[in-house]
C-alpha cells in the first residue's frame, strides 16, 4: 500500500472510531478548565456517521489491536522510543503540524479541513469557550502523536489509533468489545491475566504501562520538553482510555490525586469528539497566536520527536 493510502486509511479507521464513541454516548463536560463545555451546545450531532455504518469496521479493528497489545509488544515500543541508537527527528511544534499535514490527506468523510486546520478547530474552541492558555495548546498538538507512523514507532494502525487500556493486569470487561481479548497470550498469563497484575490497589494510574498509541507517544514527547501542567498532561495520555473516564473501570489504582486528573479528562473529552465543522479557520491568520502560545509552554524550540 503507498504510504499516502497508509496515511488515509488510519485517518478514516481513526474517524469511524472517534463516532463510534459519540454515537455511543461517551461524551464529559466539566470548568476554568473544568467548566462546562460551550462551543457544542448548539451542534446538530445527527450528522455524523451512524454507528451502525461504522461499527464493522471498528469490530475488525479492535479484534487486532486486542489481540497484539501485549505487555511484550509494549515493553518493547518502549525501549525502542527511548533507544539512544535512535535518531529522533528534531522538528518545532508548528514544523510537526505541518508535517502532518503533508502525510494525512484530506480522507475524513465529516469534514473538508486539513489536519492543520483541525487541530486549530479544536484549540479554537477551547479559546472560545475561555479555557486557559496551556488548555488551547493541549487542543492543537493533541493529534500529533501520529507522527509515530512517519517515524516508524507503530506497527500499523492498531497501535496508533483506538481506545486504549492498560497492559500487564486483567483486561476489565468495561472495555470496548471486550470478548476479543480473549485471543492475546495476556489474558492466558497467570500474573499478566490476574486482576491487580503487574500492579497493586492505589499505585496510581501514572504507574499502569499503557497500550502503545498516539495518546502515550504524545506524552512521551511532551513530558519532558514542555511545561504543560499535569492536567494538561493527562488529557494528552488519557483521551482516549474511555473505560476509565467513561465506564469507570480501573479505578481500583487511583490514588490520591487522580480525581484531579480524571476530571481534567473528561473537561477535554467534547473538544476532541465534537469540534469537527465546516467552519474553515484562517491558518496563517491565526499563526502568530499560536507560535507565541506554543514558545510559552515550549522551552526548547526544536522538540525530539
Not at 501514572?206 to 498532561?233: A, F, K, N
Request: proline letters at 5%; charged letters at 25%.
Amino acid at each position: 500500500m503507498a504510504p499516502s493510502a497508509v496515511y488515509d486509511d488510519l485517518e478514516s479507521i481513526s474517524d469511524a472510531i472517534d463516532h463510534v464513541n459519540v454515537l455511543k454516548g461517551k461524551r464529559h463536560t466539566s470548568m476554568e478548565w473544568n467548566t462546562e463545555s460551550q462551543f457544542d451546545a448548539s451542534k446538530d450531532k445527527t450528522g455524523f456517521r451512524q454507528y451502525d455504518t461504522a461499527v464493522e469496521r471498528v469490530q475488525k479493528f479492535y479484534a487486532e489491536q486486542h489481540a497484539k497489545q501485549t505487555i511484550a509488544h509494549n515493553l518493547a515500543a518502549r525501549a525502542h522510543f527511548h533507544s539512544a541508537s535512535r535518531v529522533r527527528p528534531e522538528l518545532t511544534v508548528w514544523e510537526a503540524m505541518e508535517r502532518l499535514n503533508a502525510i494525512i490527506d484530506d480522507s475524513d468523510p465529516d469534514t473538508e479541513l486539513s489536519q492543520i486546520q483541525h487541530l486549530l478547530q479544536s484549540a479554537e474552541a477551547i479559546r472560545r469557550d475561555g479555557k486557559p492558555r496551556w488548555m488551547q495548546l493541549v487542543g492543537l498538538i493533541h493529534d500529533l502523536g501520529k507522527l509515530m507512523l512517519e517515524f516508524d514507532l507503530a506497527d500499523g494502525q492498531w497501535d496508533v489509533v483506538g481506545d486504549t487500556f492498560p497492559v500487564g493486569c486483567r483486561f476489565d470487561s468495561r472495555n470496548i468489545y471486550p470478548d476479543t481479548f480473549s485471543t492475546n497470550p495476556d489474558s492466558q498469563n497467570p500474573v499478566f491475566g490476574s486482576e491487580m497484575g503487574i500492579y497493586h490497589a492505589g499505585c496510581g494510574i501514572d504507574q499502569l504501562m499503557m497500550s502503545w498509541g498516539h495518546d502515550e507517544y504524545l506524552y512521551q514527547v511532551v513530558r519532558d520538553q514542555s511545561t504543560i501542567p499535569p492536567e494538561g498532561l493527562a488529557m494528552i495520555r488519557y483521551h482516549s482510555f474511555y473505560p476509565w473516564h467513561k465506564e469507570g473501570a480501573y479505578r481500583e489504582f487511583m490514588a490520591d490525586g487522580d480525581e484531579k486528573l480524571l476530571e481534567a479528562v473528561k473537561a477535554f473529552n467534547p473538544y476532541d469528539l465534537y469540534s469537527k465543522s465546516d467552519e474553515v479557520p484562517n491558518a496563517e491568520e491565526l499563526k502568530p497566536y499560536y507560535l507565541e502560545l506554543i514558545d510559552e509552554f515550549f522551552p526548547v524550540k526544536k522538540v525530539k520527536w
